[in-house]
């Protein structure tokens, strides 16, 4: 008898509505939708902006079709694209240039499938339309930057340690320092040893001099610094264009790929990416009298009234126009904390920074310091600390009335301000939203019209077989669907492609299944036994030939990048689904079919030869 065990039915009928369950939402489209975000994270969007958003569109009369707050964002839905702009347009006007007000398009699956997490694939470029950039960093640039912060580390270094030196040039990765005598010579190695770790250090006795050399492995850590630190301030940017999932990642040693599906505007997408913003250290007057001249609109000559934002709103702050610094002499800022326990930010200068920081705390103990950031000609105030004392060293640390999330804030704004090493963009496309849909459709198609094709061929060649292999793999399509649907994937062309593949190979192994069916009869076996040896002959022969596809598109998985990359996570996924489908469950539904029969005397597997007898 062919009969599986109750918990081998189970587990297929599990595998089948819960891939049912998570294909669903990619078959409800999309609908067209509004993304409130903060450009801050001290500025929470909560329901109390939900309450701004629904008052300013029921004061226009525009209907939305459903406002909820997400991952720290508020997204409207809307019936069509005419509302979504007009509705846009409405929001920014009501909340002002804290938020970003993005045009987006959000699945149209039912509630519940959104609760349990079931949410559509993500579509790619080639299949939604939107921008390519191929972004190359410029490493040379960012190695002499770092030189030049070492050489600003080493003069602070001899002159913390009161040795003498001479000139301090670079030569590419090498810096050549001179000395006065063999003394100096001897103690200003020992200090720059501990101090930069980083750096080979050759003595020249003779000369009195110290050649300074970074080491292979510090030239490799810069260089993927600077890439990891130009994708992280790229993602920070195009937050700002609403792109629901931008692709940026690094290709090769010193290439940025970036991908943002659904944006068409590609001046706007290069001005976000190319953009820089400046800091700028300026000193507050705390006047009264000049401060409340200011407020009442007749602020003093050479100096001009900004916003400093804070947890408590907007307040106005009155500046000197003189820069004392700018954010080009800032090589990092990150959030940390002070003496007390309390949220600060600590930033690192350059040697050229350090130098004039020193100089502005000393002359301005007990005054207020404005850190101001200016993008786009608009200028707000970070922070404004109080000066303690004299900072030196490089090393400097804000702190204040701030609290966690507006010390991150502070460190982002301050460290995103300019990309660690220039970049120019070497390669650029658009693919069109109609390119996309045209893409739809025929990577579809023909995935449906192949699958109908073997669907014909396999009813026609093994009967009621061939209807089984046909079940088997409709349920392969629908376990791999789901998955990528949970995993989140972004599907491509290459991916359909992989798709299209996965229904070849997996077709392959139910052939393989039902020939050993057909041979075992052949040889004059029962049918019942004829089954149970035609699958377990062909299991050995189609693990080999999954596992040896295994292994190559693991390998386009290690060592393939962008479309490659894509394709293989499809395929290798496919091959596990498809040995789920073409062995477990076509045997549940051949045991379903015939099992329940004890006497079998023939089953449907197309027509079995047999020899002729003289």
Known sequence: MNRYPLWKYLVIAVALIVSTIYTLPNFYGETPAVQISSSRQSIPVD????????????SHQIAADGLYLDNGSLKVRFKDPDTQIKARDVIQQALGDNYIIALNLLAASPQWLTKIHANPMFL????????????????????????????????????????RYGNIRRTGTTLDVQLRDAETLAAAEKAIVRTLPGLTIKADDTNFRLLLTLKP??????????????ITTLHNRVNELGVAEPVIQQAGPNRIVVQLPGVQDTAKAKDILGRTATLQ?????????????????????????????????????????????TGDNIND????????????????????????????????????????LVEKGK?????????????????????????????????????????????????????GPSLGKENIEKGFNSTLWGFAAIA?????????????????????????????????????????????????????????????????????????SAIQAGYAHAWSTILDSNVTTMIAGLALLIFGSGPVRGFAVVHCLGILTSIFSAVLVSRGFVNLWYGR?????SISVGQIWKPETK
Do not use: C
């Open 281 to 325: 250290v300026r000193m507050v007057e705390d006047d009264n009298a000049k401060v409340a001249e200011a407020l009442a609109g007749n602020p003093p000559a050479g100096y001009e009234l900004l916003d400093e934002l804070t947890s408590r709103g907007p307040q106005k702050i009155l500046v000197k126009k003189d820069v004392e610094l």
């Open 597 to 601: 029969q004890r006497r079998l005397t």
């Open 456 to 528: 014909v061929f396999m009813v026609i060649y093994y009967r009621v077989f061939g209807v089984i292999s046909v079940l088997s793999l409709g349920v392969n399509v629908l376990m791999l669907v789901a998955i990528l649907s949970m995993l989140q994937a972004t599907l491509t062309l290459p991916g359909i492609a992989a798709i299209a593949l996965t229904l070849g190979m997996a077709i392959d192994a139910n052939v393989l299944i039902n020939e050993r069916v057909r041979e075992e009869l052949r040889n004059g076996m029962p049918p019942h």
């Open 379 to 431: 200028s707000e105030v970070v922070t404004a600390p109080v000066i303690r004392a004299e900072i030196g060293g490089g090393r400097v640390q804000i702190s204040g009335s701030m609290n966690s999330a507006e010390a991150n804030d502070t460190a982002l704004l301050l460290r995103a301000g300019s990309l660690a090493a220039p970049m120019q963009i070497i390669e650029e496309r658009t693919v």
């Open 217 to 230: 492995e510090e030239i490799t850590r810069i260089e993927s610094d600077a890439v990891k630190q130009n």
């Open 333 to 372: 800022a990150q959030p940390t904390f002070d003496e007390n326990g309390a949220p600060a930010v600590s930033i690192n200068l350059d040697s050229t920074g350090a130098g004039i920081f020193r100089d502005v705390t000393r002359e301005n103990v007990g005054r207020r310091m404005a850190m101001i």
């Open 124 to 163: 790619g470029l080639d299949l939604r339309g939107g921008v390519h950039f191929l972004l190359e960093v410029d490493m040379k640039a960012a190695t002499d930057k770092t030189m030049e912060r070492y050489a600003g580390d080493i003069r602070r270094e001899l002159k913390d340690k009161k040795i």
């Open 47 to 58: 329901t109390a902006v939900m309450a701004r958003v629904e008052d300013a569109l029921k």
